[in-house]
């Protein structure tokens, strides 16, 4: 499980047909640790102290994994977002994300506003329909507020094409919102809690509570 908050950019070394080699200044890495790498959680395979401050890692990487995120576009000299897995007792500086991608979301627009950007996102409305003003979501493996949702048409707004998000200098400056821009592509993974409240309520609907089985107990409906 990770919180959401980048550690470091890490600088893709090398890409090979089911793993990825990444330099980084996190150096008390060790062979199977879970690590997200923009956001997809993946398992050390292989660790090398370079140097005072700096390692490499490399990590396996499955054909899935590549399907369902934006890690086949990567190429050497990229940079990419690090975060360890939580350990028991650590503070959740952002909200609980678990590494798994949803899908793939493209950039719509950048624009500036005062200090901060505010980033559109375009996305598949299968995972859209996760999503709620202010909730939480993350991309590239980054903790972010949904500002709000947006449609093609002010009067279609349940069906939303994308939505926006927040960027703080500091995010901008720390994590590969720093370089990212009109037409490049994001990781999505929608708050967790989201789903499961999906699957309660798809559990709930599967009930044996009807119409009929009402009536025959009495109840009236009208």
Not at 81 to 101: M, P, Q, S
Not at 142 to 151: H, M, N
Not at 160 to 168: E, K, N, Q, R, W
Request: net charge positive.
């Amino acid at each position: 499980m990770f919180g959401g908050i980048i550690e470091d950019l890490g600088l893709v070394k090398k890409l090979g047909v089911n793993d990825i080699t990444i330099e980084t200044r996190l150096t008390d890495l060790k062979i199977s640790d879970s690590i997200a790498v923009n956001g997809v959680c993946l398992t050390i395979t292989e660790v090398i102290p370079v140097t005072s401050g700096w390692s490499i890692f490399t990590a396996d990487v499955m054909k899935e994994t590549l399907t369902r995120s934006n890690l086949g576009e990567l190429k050497v000299k990229r940079k990419v977002n690090l975060e360890r897995a939580l350990k028991l007792g650590d503070r959740i500086g952002g909200h609980i994300v678990t590494g798994h991608i949803n899908g793939i979301g493209t950039i719509k627009s950048v624009k500036s506003q005062r200090e901060s950007n505010i980033v559109e996102i375009a996305a598949p409305q299968d995972l859209l329909k996760y999503l709620v003003s202010k909730g939480s979501v993350a991309l590239d493996g980054v903790s972010l507020t949904v500002i709000d949702l947006l449609s093609t048409t002010p009067r279609n707004r349940q069906f939303p094409a994308s939505f926006t998000v927040g960027v703080i200098p500091h995010t901008a400056k720390t994590t590969t919102f720093s370089f990212k821009t009109t037409g490049d592509t994001v990781n999505v993974e929608v708050d967790i809690l989201s789903k499961y409240a999906e699957k309660m309520l798809e559990s709930r609907s599967d009930s044996h509570i009807s119409e009929k089985f009402l009536k025959e107990k009495g109840f009236s409906l009208f």
